[in-house]
C-alpha cells in the first residue's frame, strides 16, 4: 500500500517561510518522480517543483528562487523549502509520487495560508 503523507502547513506572514514534508511509504522516493503541486480555491493544481530519480529539480517559473525541492532517501521524505511566501501563494498543497503530468498517487494535502 502507497501512502503520502503531507506535514508542515499552516498559517504565514507574506515574506515568511515554510518547510513541507511528504513522508511516503510503499514506494522509494529515490527510485520515483516525485513533485509538489498546489491548488489554489477555484484554480486548477499546478505543479510547483519536481525532483527526478536522478535528483534533478524543475520549478515553476513563479517559484524559481524562492522554492527548493529535496528529499532525504533514508528518510524516504521530500521537502519543499518555501521562502519570501506571498498572499497568492495560499493554497493546498499536495505530495505527488510519478509522473509530473499525472501523479499516480497523491497525500492528503496540506493548507499553507499567506497572510498580507
Known amino acids: 500500500q502507497v501512502q503520502l503523507v503531507e506535514s508542515g502547513g499552516g498559517l504565514v506572514q507574506a515574506g515568511g517561510s515554510l518547510k513541507l514534508s511528504c513522508a511516503v511509504s510503499?514506494?522509494?522516493?529515490?527510485?520515483?518522480?516525485m513533485g509538489w503541486y498546489r491548488q489554489a480555491p477555484g484554480k486548477q493544481r499546478e505543479l510547483v517543483a519536481g525532483i527526478t530519480s536522478g535528483g534533478s529539480t524543475n520549478y515553476a517559473d513563479s517559484v524559481k528562487g524562492r522554492f527548493t525541492i529535496s528529499r532525504d532517501n533514508a528518510k524516504n521524505t521530500v521537502y519543499l523549502q518555501m521562502n519570501n511566501l506571498k498572499p497568492e501563494e495560499t493554497a493546498v498543497y499536495y505530495c505527488?509520487?510519478?509522473?509530473?503530468?499525472?501523479?499516480?498517487?497523491w497525500g492528503q494535502g496540506t493548507q499553507v495560508t499567506v497572510s498580507s
Open positions: 505527488g509520487l510519478g509522473s509530473w503530468g499525472q501523479p499516480g498517487y
Open positions: 510503499g514506494r522509494v522516493v529515490s527510485t520515483n518522480r
